[in-house]
């Protein structure tokens, strides 16, 4: 694959709870990204890090958005009190360094709020 | 707003034509410029990157060109095959942001008829 794990693969939550989506890149990649694909829109930047600091979290579309990474490794991105319209894919990116390199993604993890 | 519009929106061609895709970004002051596929259900897979400094990449039977003074980039594919049928994303990163993410054209689908 691309190097990039995600868990759930596909997660239905009811409106109002709290969810944690993870991303597991291959070791040694430094930069990590977290994307949302809605449907009928197109893929949207949510937030990035650099080992294991996120120099800008302006692209989190509210703050019932968290997303942290420990470690190098594993981020997760956590959603308080979910609402129907934070449905859709989200999908986790990695590159070796950042700095523009070539970035790849990982499965997704496909989110239903009802 | 930085902007990537891809035209067109869908795309349906005879088995052995050759086919060109257009994305068009509204900010010159790119970085770069990264070109996707993604069949339907699955994730994201890069194709090209072009630097900014770059006027065109090649990949087997894909080359991307990139004009980045009009803000024009076209993916070119020679020879279509059934199996190139999926959506292509163009996605740009731009210079200075220090998010390091990509943003999106909304993508063209293409169907290869056999």
């Known amino acids: 694959g691309a190097g990039v794990s995600q868990s759930p693969s596909n997660k239905v939550t009811e409106k109002g709870k709290d969810v944690e989506l993870r991303c597991d890149p291959i070791s040694g990649h430094t930069a990590l990204y977290w994307y949302r694909q809605s449907l009928g829109q197109g893929l949207e930047f949510l937030i990035y890090f650099q080992g294991n600091s996120a120099p800008d979290k302006s692209g989190l579309p509210s703050d019932r958005f968290s997303a942290e990474r420990t470690g190098g490794s594993v981020s997760t991105l956590t959603i308080q009190r979910t609402q129907q319209e934070d449905s859709a894919v989200y999908r986790c990116?990695?590159?070796?360094?950042?700095?523009?390199?070539?970035?790849?993604f990982g499965p997704g993890t496909r989110l239903l709020v009802l | 707003k930085q902007e990537v519009t891809q035209i067109p929106a869908a795309l349906s061609v005879p088995e052995g034509e050759n086919l060109v895709l257009n994305c068009s970004f509204t900010?010159?002051?790119?970085?770069?410029l990264q070109w996707f596929r993604q069949d339907p259900g699955k994730g994201l897979t890069s194709l090209l990157l072009i630097q900014s400094s770059q006027r065109e990449q090649t990949s087997g039977r894909l080359n991307a060109s990139l004009d980045k003074s009009s803000g024009r980039s076209t993916l070119y594919i020679a020879a279509s095959q059934p199996g190139d049928s999926a959506t292509y994303l163009c996605a740009v990163l731009y210079s200075g942001g220090g998010a390091d993410g990509l943003t999106f054209g909304k993508g063209t689908h293409l169907i290869i008829q056999p």
């Open positions: 990116a990695r590159s070796f360094a950042g700095g523009g390199e070539t970035q790849y």
């Open positions: 900010d010159s002051a790119i970085y770069n």
